[in-house]
């Protein structure tokens, strides 16, 4: 499965904000954003011009990428079965993102940062409905629940997860039981309960070209 293996401190340097990728290194000193806050590279520094239209939309579409952990096909083809759907483009393609397994998994708090959520779904950790899945792009259907995996209830990882899980991951659709170490994905959330501060729009006329 083909993935993104670069310094991901670099994408929230170059989108200008705080991406969140690497869990709780980003709250605290070690944070490269907050050391060096300016884009990367040799003139990231004394970057200044004017962006274009086109400019601007790009790099939403790159920012709102780069948060979810996607490559471009994977994150094209997510915007085109969005914009079969019923309803607004941009908003529906944020849902089928949040209902992402990996992405609850994350959510959820079972794991520090989505790209550990990745690599633990990867290896078969978690089970949705009782049936173990090991596909990080497995998508949830309201009711469904994820449950950590019996011989994987003693992961350091995830229960150093779940102890940091902090308050403003929470999410008002999905549920967590931390005792019996399992989360529901309650119902498609709405756009204002989705926590990025994305511009889904731009990526929809960016994509529309």
Do not use: W
């Amino acid at each position: 499965m083909a993935r993104d293996t670069g310094p991901v401190c670099r994408m929230c340097r170059r989108e200008g904000e705080k991406l969140f990728l690497k869990g709780e290194r980003c709250f605290g000193a070690k944070c490269a954003f907050d050391r060096r806050g300016y884009a990367p590279g040799q003139h990231g520094q004394n970057r200044r011009f004017k962006v274009s239209n086109y400019g601007i939309q790009l790099r939403e579409k790159q920012k709102i990428r780069r948060i979810y952990g996607l490559l471009e096909k994977q994150f094209r083809n997510n915007y085109e079965k969005a914009s079969r759907e019923r309803g607004v483009t941009g908003e529906n393609m944020l849902r089928r993102l949040e209902s992402r397994l990996d992405n609850t998994v994350y959510r959820l708090g079972l794991a520090p940062s989505l790209r550990a959520a990745r690599q633990l779904v990867n290896h078969g950790h978690f089970e949705v409905n009782s049936h173990a899945v090991n596909i990080p792009s497995y998508t949830l259907r309201p009711g469904d629940l994820v449950r950590v995996r019996e011989r994987s209830r003693k992961i350091e990882l995830i229960h150093a997860a779940m102890r940091h899980m902090r308050d403003g991951r929470s999410v008002p659709y999905l549920t967590l039981d931390k005792a019996r170490m399992e989360g529901t994905y309650v119902i498609a959330p709405k756009r204002e309960e989705i926590p990025i501060t994305g511009r889904e729009q731009l990526v929809v006329e960016l994509y529309s070209r």
